[in-house]
């Protein structure tokens, strides 16, 4: 971790940067598949829904308060109620500022106040495969971090061309019964 860096709950405050950082991702990077960066109102609505889980959203932060990253954990499939006790985790650090420990400071909190809250069994990370850009370094991250790949979905996206596989992380500490 860099000195200056410090993490905190996200607000309503923080959408416009989250957006910033997540919009990069959705027009030139195949980890995420939404293709078209939405709009505030639907990134608000979304924290919004996180924070009626009672999950955590959180931002990191450089020594003058500008977020460089930031994740959360969703409720997975939150319609279909026997699912209650398994999360996504999701995670963004600004394109420019990779590599200099945001993505694991923030991981690390991530999963501690999932444990904290001593109701989740299951964390997963479903996320799309990149062997050529940005994503060449999500597998060390994830395994790194006690992801462990379960599953692969493929063909299931077609963001550029050719189809790209979804793998299926799952963190172990969190399969508890
Ligand atoms: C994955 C991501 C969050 C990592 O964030 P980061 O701030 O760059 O990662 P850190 O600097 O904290 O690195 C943490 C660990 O992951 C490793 N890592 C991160 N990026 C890596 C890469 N490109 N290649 C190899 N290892 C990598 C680091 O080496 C470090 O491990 P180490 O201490 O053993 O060296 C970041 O690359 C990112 O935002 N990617 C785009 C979005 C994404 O793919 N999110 C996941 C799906 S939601």
């Known amino acids: 971790m860099s000195d200056g860096q410090t993490l905190r709950h996200a607000t309503a405050d923080d959408l416009s940067r989250i957006l910033d950082i997540y919009s990069h991702y959705c027009l030139n990077a195949v980890v995420t598949f939404e293709e078209k960066p939405p709009s505030i109102e ?3 609505a979304r924290m919004q829904a996180i924070a009626g889980q009672q999950l955590p959203y959180l931002v990191a932060t450089d020594s ?4 460089l990253g930031y994740a959360y954990a969703s409720q997975y499939r939150a319609e279909r109620t026997a699912y209650a006790h398994t999360v996504e985790a999701s995670i963004y650090v600004q394109h ?7 993505g694991q400071l923030l991981m690390t909190e991530l999963l501690t106040h999932l444990h904290t809250l ?3 069994r299951e964390v997963l990370a479903v996320v799309p495969e990149d ?3 940005v994503g060449r370094g999500v597998e060390h991250f994830y395994h790194k971090n006690g992801f462990r790949r379960v599953g692969l979905l493929e063909n299931v996206g077609k963001k550029v061309s050719p189809s790209v596989d979804c793998v299926v992380r799952v963190h172990g500490e969190f399969e508890l019964d």
Do not use: H
């Open 131 to 133: 062997t050529t850009g």
């Open 118 to 120: 001593g109701r989740i």
């Open 42 to 44: 639907t990134m608000a």
């Open 64 to 67: 003058e308060g500008v977020v």
């Open 96 to 102: 420019d500022k990779l590599r200099f420990g945001v």
